[in-house]
């Protein structure tokens, strides 16, 4: 068989042995031991090979605003610094910006992203508009999907459910929602799910971001996914609460959410730096125990969030990073556990997005990410490099592997 790339000794998550893996016209063909084809093929040496990293919640279109504005001690004055911020954004603005930490977000083996971009009436389309573009231009390294959402307030925004229903009607990919920023949560919730139903989109809140575990607004976007049909197609980001309950509040919690089909995704940079500011000693984590939620049949991811701004005023936007952190955090030792890390940023967040084809398999288009360690546990643990990565079968970036120098 003729291949258009063949790399062999390829180790593979969940998987014993080394296998080779075929590529032809852009997609996979051949997953196996030791194919027999008339090329050498390229030695990946037992490396650790992904279908590409995925973040299911990313705010490109306010990222790199680090020096621009002040960061805020909380939530709501992080909200305010970027809410002044952004009156000055120009859609030339946003994707410099948005392109500056994308490029990035690839070179470390992301090949699919979820990005929340913020409309409401000031802003208008504007940073939509302008993650349009970027979508368009990179699609040969990366899948993006755009979430519309109303950062300020929605019921307490006069004039924003307009602005978010031209989002959907220009092409949003689904919407979000935060309704902790609004008197009525409960309204807001009804909102969104009322948008999604209307425009047949999924949903993607900021939810429940405090450290008081009573009141969790969970419960409510779980019962309305149930009444409406939408089990499956939603998702909450952050979840801080989760961190604060009991083990018997957190497990109910687990199991409503399983059988609502509401996933989580938790955001161990943003939480960390946010949450417990009014603790001058014990600091609490406020990261929720995705790896635990997952055990208990939740579909969970962990993601990025936000880079260099009030939010979150680092990041490289490095997932096996964000792995890495969660897991020092988490205090995950155990080798299966750190597996489950590296699933968290690959396989379950696919499953977040309801990611058709993803996963290294014939017939699936031949997207991968070459890391340098040979396990999962391992990748996360060191924090393994991507050494290069392959879209649709063609080779969208390198980092050689670094070597020593010694004195002869």
């Not at 879209?391 to 020593?404: C, D, S």
Request: aromatic fraction near 6%; proline fraction near 5%.
């Amino acid at each position: 068989m003729m291949f258009d790339h063949l790399f062999r000794n390829a180790r593979l998550p969940g998987r014993g042995e080394a296998v080779d893996l075929g590529i032809r016209h852009g997609r996979f063909v051949a997953v196996e031991p030791a194919i027999e084809a008339a090329m050498p093929g390229e030695d990946l040496g037992g490396r650790l090979v992904v279908p590409g990293l995925v973040e299911t919640h990313l705010h490109l279109d306010k990222a790199c605003l680090f020096g621009r504005c002040a960061c805020g001690s909380n939530v709501q004055e992080a909200i305010a610094a970027v809410a002044g911020a952004k009156r000055g954004f120009t859609e030339d603005d946003v994707y410099e910006r948005a392109s500056r930490a994308l490029e990035r977000a690839i070179l470390q083996g992301t090949t699919r992203i979820r990005t929340h971009v913020e409309v409401d009436p000031r802003i208008g389309l504007t940073s939509f508009r302008a993650l349009k573009r970027l979508k368009a231009d990179y699609a040969w390294a990366v899948d993006l999907e755009l979430c519309a959402f109303p950062q300020e307030g929605l019921l307490d925004d006069p004039g924003c459910e307009e602005v978010l229903e031209a989002a959907l009607l220009e092409g949003a990919d689904l919407v979000g929602g935060v309704p902790y920023v609004d008197k009525d949560r409960n309204g807001q919730i009804a909102r969104i799910f009322a948008l999604a139903r209307r425009f047949d989109v999924d949903i993607d809140f900021h939810l429940d971001f405090d450290l008081d575990p009573a009141d969790a607004s969970l419960f409510e976007v779980c019962r309305m996914a149930e009444a409406t049909g939408w089990q499956g197609r939603v998702a909450i980001g952050h979840v801080t609460k989760l961190s604060a309950m009991a083990p018997e509040a957190f497990a109910s919690a687990a199991k409503r959410l399983r059988e609502a089909g509401v996933a989580v995704t938790v955001l161990p940079a943003t939480d960390l730096f946010l949450t417990g500011r009014d603790h001058d000693r014990d600091v609490p984590r406020g990261v929720a125990h995705a790896h635990r939620l997952a055990a208990m049949g939740v579909t969970c991811s962990i993601s990025t969030n936000n880079v260099l701004n009030p939010f979150t005023p680092y990041g490289d936007c490095s997932l096996i990073r964000m792995a890495n952190l969660y897991a020092n955090v988490a205090q995950v030792s155990d080798e299966t556990d750190l597996a489950t890390c590296l699933d968290l940023v690959t396989g379950s967040s696919a499953r977040l997005m309801r990611l058709d084809g993803y996963g290294i398999a014939p017939g699936h288009a031949a997207d991968m990410v070459v890391l340098d360690a040979s396990s999962p546990a391992e990748a996360v643990a060191t924090l393994a490099p991507p050494l290069f990565g392959l879209k649709a079968g063609r080779r969208t970036f390198e980092r050689p592997a670094p070597r020593l120098l010694r004195e002869a």
